[in-house]
């Protein structure tokens, strides 16, 4: 298992860091999360990629067979306001939409705010499938980024629970949605 920002190699040869835990607490990232989605303008429900533009990444949508990139739910931060998303091109909307979610939260949390907080990194690479704290991390900033706690629980309200509807609303899954419910204490 990797170490705190030890290296691992990418397809090129170029070296990149393996993301490691921020540290913050679930609640902490949630409301990080709101901030980012406000600072940049997100409404919730609306599309994510005029965010991660000026963010300064880009999202590529592979088919199964293109080998020569990275795995598809995927990130590969080459530096500050540089970064690449890799979705696949089998997966649904609502999936998809929490997949960039879940990478800018790899992107904000396990790269700028590990840069901002001492860390050395200069790339980072959060491949599909890794487990753990950090995916954790990642999804609660997903779902922070996408449904914003007060909104949520006021659409929530609004809708009287009907969990389909709210998940249509922010643009994620049902399942999403009424984890969020859980979360968020209306439910």
Not at 131 to 145: D, L, P
Not at 156 to 185: H, M, N, Q
């Amino acid at each position: 298992m990797l170490g705190k920002f030890d290296s691992i190699k990418g397809p090129f040869s170029m070296h990149y860091s393996a993301p490691y835990e921020c540290g913050l607490s679930k609640a902490a990232v949630d409301s990080f999360a709101s901030q980012v989605a406000t600072h940049f303008g997100y409404r919730p429900g609306t599309s994510l990629t005029p965010i991660v533009e000026k963010m300064g990444g880009t999202i590529h949508i592979q088919n199964v067979l293109d080998f020569n990139r990275i795995p598809s739910g995927s990130i590969r931060v080459e530096g500050p306001a540089r970064f690449e998303i890799f979705l696949a091109a089998h997966t649904g909307p609502a999936r998809d939409r929490f997949t960039i979610a879940h990478e800018l939260g790899h992107y904000v949390l396990h790269y700028l705010y590990a840069r901002q907080n001492g860390a050395q990194i200069e790339r980072l690479e959060a491949q599909r499938y890794g487990s753990g704290r950090v995916e954790w991390e990642a999804n609660w900033f997903a779902a922070g980024f996408l449904m914003p706690t007060e909104q949520f629980a006021e659409r929530y309200r609004a809708l009287k629970g009907v969990i389909p509807l709210l998940a249509d609303e922010f643009g994620v899954s049902v399942d999403a949605a009424r984890i969020r419910a859980e979360f968020v204490g209306v439910r």
